[in-house]
């Protein structure tokens, strides 16, 4: 079965950078877009980066020129390279994929940016 799992997290200051990682299983992982969500305390759940199985990438417009997203197919992983970092991007990140109109989230890695 399709499995998704984050890691990563944790605590940074401000200015610092996190690199996350997706770890995927379950799926012809090259084949698929990938992509990055993210949920603030008491916020809704929000888009961050998308990667095709092409390597084209889009991004939100908040985290544009500070995160980057990519993917290893070799070793099945997607990752969101996250630098200058701000205390709103405080928040849980997910790893999504959409195979066969079925949603698949993982279980999310907390981001907490904060002096």
């Known amino acids: 079965q399709v499995q998704l799992v984050e890691s990563g997290g944790g605590l940074v200051q401000p200015g610092g950078s996190l690199r996350l990682s997706c770890a995927a299983s379950?799926?012809?992982?090259?084949?698929?877009?990938m992509t990055w969500y993210r949920q603030a305390p008491g916020k809704e759940r929000d888009l961050v980066a998308t990667?095709?199985?092409?390597?084209?990438?889009n991004y939100a417009d908040s985290v544009k020129g500070r995160f980057t997203i990519s993917r290893d197919n070799a070793k099945n992983t997607v990752y969101l390279q996250m630098n200058s970092l701000k205390p709103e991007d405080t928040a849980v990140y997910y790893c999504?994929?959409?195979?066969?109109?079925?949603?698949?989230w993982g279980k999310g890695t907390l981001v907490t940016v904060s002096s």
């Open positions: 990667i095709t199985r092409f390597g084209t990438t």
């Open positions: 999504y994929l959409l195979s066969r109109g079925m949603n698949y």
């Open positions: 379950g799926f012809t992982f090259s084949s698929y877009p």
